[in-house]
């Protein structure tokens, strides 16, 4: 077996140090709709003044959308009692990371089905954890899938 340093074998990815970490954003929002466009416009204001995005905005932008709506109408069950929280933070080696929780009781991301097969093709469900995992670099579900890491 090569050393780890061998370029035949790639060194694991490394997650985020917290300590290099630098929070940018916090936003708690009522799970309600109506209140993702306005949290992700915010959000986009932050991102779109951080270095290493340039061209990715739309990316990401449609990610977060996709990623807060499912918190709201899956997760939080649209009890606007209820509440979603976004952070977004960044560092200087890994770039941004986003991360949306909501307080449902999770869900198994492999058990949703692809929607790019057979009649889920025709369905109006399923499309957005697809697009988050084609538009982002990294996506981790964590917490039973209450909460959703997006690089």
């Known amino acids: 077996m090569p050393p780890a ?20 954003l916090r936003v708690t929002l009522a799970a309600d709709r109506r209140a993702v466009d306005p949290v992700v416009q915010e ?3 932050v991102v779109r003044q951080m270095k290493g995005v340039d061209g990715k905005e ?3 932008e449609l990610a977060l ?29 890994r770039g ?3 991360v949306v929780r909501d307080p449902g009781t999770g869900f198994t991301p492999e058990a949703i089905p692809s929607c790019t097969v057979g009649e889920n093709v025709y369905s109006n469900h399923g499309r ?6 084609q538009l982002m670099d990294k996506v981790e579900f964590r917490k039973n ?3 959703i890491h997006m690089v």
């Open 5 to 24: 340093d061998s370029p035949e074998q790639p060194l694991p990815e490394k997650d985020f140090d917290p300590d290099k970490l630098h929070l940018l």
């Open 145 to 147: 899938g209450t909460e």
């Open 128 to 133: 957005g954890i697809f697009l988050i995992n």
């Open 58 to 60: 739309d990316a990401i």
């Open 65 to 93: 959308q996709e990623a807060l709506a499912n918190a709201v109408i899956h997760g939080a069950k649209e009890d606007p009692t209820k509440t979603v929280e976004c952070l977004v933070s960044s560092d200087d080696e």
């Open 43 to 45: 959000v986009m204001s």
């Open 96 to 98: 941004v990371l986003i």
